[in-house]
């Protein structure tokens, strides 16, 4: 494994939650060696007047937070959106570094989450097949299987990694994709039904949302790779407050995630989809209730 992978530069997506700001950071530091990692944390400016209280408080704890290898914020001066805001801030520290963290201010982590995420990418820095690591799952209800993870075609962005060599094709045309997609690939990539990936193309490009984890989840699915993900969350998204952007309030599925404290070990022996719990989540939600609910959250 390359070492230099161990402690990869965590970058943080904020606007004006403190308290979930705080509560992020709080979960950060119940990491072992968190304090090996460079910390950036990216504030975005302000939307409309009124937020710009809060967006100063929220700046200044940022100030205050201590204990990262180093710190560095980043203050927009106008208001990036968390779509523009994510992708280039992504792309810019990534070029840096060959590979990031990336959080947003309304999750919650494991204490092992730092280190499941590290050690995944050095595990499959070179495996060419391998291009999303994440923290987040479904609640899968599996008491017990062989391995801690499983490889799926979906992406989830709630707490994630990639490396450079890979996020370098991401790409935002939703008028490309119309254009030239079929309805095979389109079944395909919403597994029949199950995913609501194609309409939020459709409603980025009449511009009903501007968002950017469905561009990311079709660069990864063009290209054929495959996302890690932990059997037992090892994040949760409390994203369901006044202030959310694509999350609604006391949403049900939110309420149902379970934060994990299992630490990963066990890998599958091949990369390769999981088709049992590809078929589970099928089953589990034959009649669409994740594309219901991503409608809201994406």
Request: hydrophobic content about 35%.
């Amino acid at each position: 494994m390359n070492k230099k992978n161990y402690n990869t530069p965590i970058l943080i997506f904020t606007y004006k939650r403190l308290k979930s700001l705080k509560r992020l950071i709080k979960s950060i530091k119940l990491n072992k060696n968190y304090n090996k990692h460079k910390l950036y944390i990216l504030s975005d400016g302000s939307k409309k007047k009124s937020d710009q209280t809060q967006i100063n408080k929220v700046r200044s704890f940022c100030k205050k937070i201590r204990g990262f290898k180093s710190k560095k914020i980043i203050l927009r001066k106008e208001n990036f959106g968390l779509a523009k805001n994510i992708t280039m801030g992504v792309s810019e520290l990534i070029k840096k570094y060959g590979s990031v963290i990336v959080l947003e201010d309304d999750l919650v982590l494991s204490k092992n989450f730092l280190e499941y995420i590290n050690l995944a990418l050095a595990k499959y820095r070179e495996n060419k097949k391998v291009w999303h690591i994440t923290g987040w799952s479904d609640n899968l209800g599996i008491k017990k299987n062989e391995n801690d993870v499983y490889f799926s075609k979906h992406m989830n962005c709630w707490g994630w990694a990639t490396w450079l060599d890979r996020w370098k094709y991401f790409e935002k045309n939703p008028n490309k994709l119309i254009k030239k997609w079929k309805k095979t690939e389109i079944n395909k990539l919403d597994q029949n039904g199950i995913y609501n990936n194609w309409s939020q193309v459709l409603r980025n490009k009449h511009n009903q949302i501007n968002t950017w984890a469905v561009f990311w989840n079709i660069t990864i699915f063009k290209k054929n790779g495959l996302c890690l993900n932990p059997i037992n969350s090892l994040v949760i998204n409390k994203g369901d407050d006044q202030y959310s952007t694509h999350t609604i309030k006391n949403s049900e599925h939110l309420k149902l995630q379970k934060l994990s404290n299992i630490k990963i070990k066990n890998y599958p022996i091949k990369v390769e989809e999981n088709i049992l719990i590809k078929k589970y989540l099928q089953k589990k939600y034959s009649k669409g209730l994740i594309a219901k609910i991503t409608n809201k959250f994406f």
